[in-house]
């Protein structure tokens, strides 16, 4: 994995985000799956399974604009490092209250520190990257973030099954648990992160400019294209995680085959990521953000109609179609931003993220009631189609950007490219 940088010397920071992504996303990826069976087995109610999704995005989103305020201020080694120590604060509240308040609670604590640690990293990247390809950066960032999504749902289902009296119904006390010692290995990390930001002097607005208020963000040209094609991307892959339970238990396939199927959909993912650079530079963003949302957008509309093995030739669909687009809309992204506020942009990102996270699980909880699995997965592949015609009709030199040759040959260099 690579994300060397003029700016960054030494160019060992890129290791330690790494570290700090994967186990980070493994833990997350886990503790949303047990939070979604617990719900299940707790109430039974497929609208409550939402109700947790939308808590959990509900915190993030309060949360959103001041934690990239916050990065621009201190840094985001310090905010990541104290956005996964209340991460860890949530799994042992659910481990202490095994019911519904206690989920909920849970659901608070994970949906604020995660968003701290997610937009922290984005920063970092960002900051760190400076003079280097903010698709091959993002792309690495990613790719690791991809390898904790592979490795946790596996991980923490194989250890509720342990101790569970059938495959089909988990013990969650025991995957929760194991999300725990997950969030504990991506806390160190943020120490050598704190030295390399020493290193790269902070950017400071232009005298007189404006403070980066989510209204200012909002106004800056193309940035709310990029903000919603992000938000349905990021929605897609949050409603798949919660409710593929509701598909398994539909179709009797055990949550050990849940993991194993979220875990080929993040291998897919990580491989569509490798030559990154290389993609943009022969294709554009444009291009590939169409193509990659439209194979996803026919993969969801077949998956309810799958059984489980029919599902992994859609899951690995769904990997390669989600693959892509994460980087490349934070690159456009980053190339829409100016240097000083880039926390508060990635920040604005996730409060518009979150928005659609409190919304949109409920809306398709309230239709999943009545019309039943199918529903679910057409409703997000419409949801995702929207995305595909704003990409489609935006006209910006940002997202028409080809990667220039020197990023091509960086890429190509790279042992894991992400």
């Known amino acids: 994995m690579r994300v060397d940088s003029p700016s960054a010397p030494g160019g060992r920071w890129q290791w330690a985000i790494g570290v700090q992504a994967a186990g980070s996303q493994a833990a997350w990826q886990g503790i949303r799956l047990m939070l979604a069976y617990q719900a299940l087995a707790e109430t039974g109610s497929v609208v409550f399974v939402g109700v947790v999704a939308a808590v959990i995005a509900l915190a993030g989103l309060l949360v959103s604009i001041p934690s990239g305020r916050l990065i621009d201020r201190f840094g985001g080694a310090r905010v990541a490092f104290a956005g996964m120590a209340v991460s860890l604060l949530s799994v042992v509240v659910v481990l202490v209250a095994h019911n519904v308040v206690g989920l909920l609670i849970c659901s608070v604590l994970v949906g604020a520190g995660y968003l701290h640690v997610v937009v922290a990293q984005q920063g970092m990247v960002a900051r760190l990257s400076a003079g280097s390809s903010p698709d091959e950066a993002f792309g690495t960032l990613t790719a690791a973030a991809s390898i904790g999504q592979l490795i946790g749902p596996p991980l923490v289902t194989m250890a509720a099954i342990v101790w569970a009296a059938d495959a089909a119904h988990p013990n ?227 997202l028409n950007e080809h990667a220039s040759p020197d990023d091509v040959d960086r890429d190509a260099g790279s042992p894991e490219s992400g």
């Open 172 to 398: 969650t006390w025991a995957g929760s648990a194991a999300c725990g010692l997950l969030f504990l290995v991506s806390l160190p990390p943020s120490f050598r992160l704190r030295r390399a930001e020493r290193r790269v002097p902070a950017p400071r607005p232009a005298p007189g400019a404006p403070a980066a208020s989510l209204r200012t963000v909002m106004r800056m040209p193309g940035i709310m294209r990029s903000l919603v094609v992000g938000a349905a991307m990021i929605v897609t892959v949050d409603l798949l995680g919660s409710f593929i339970p509701v598909w398994a238990i539909a179709n009797d396939v055990p949550a050990d085959a849940v993991g194993w199927l979220l875990a080929l959909r993040a291998l897919f993912t990580i491989s569509s990521r490798f030559g990154i650079a290389r993609l943009v530079a022969r294709f554009g963003r444009k291009v590939l953000l169409i193509g990659t949302l439209s194979l996803t957008v026919v993969a969801l509309i077949a998956f309810p109609f799958s059984n489980v093995w029919w599902a992994i030739p859609i899951m690995m669909a769904i990997g390669v179609g989600l693959g892509l687009p994460q980087p490349l809309t934070l690159a456009w992204m980053s190339s829409l931003a100016p240097a000083h506020a880039r926390g508060a942009v990635f920040g604005a990102r996730m409060t518009v993220n979150r928005l659609a996270q409190v919304t949109l699980p409920l809306l398709v909880a309230s239709v999943a009631g009545p019309a039943g699995v199918v529903a679910v997965f057409w409703v997000t592949a419409g949801i995702l189609a929207s995305s595909v015609f704003v990409v489609a009709t935006t006209h910006s030199a940002a």
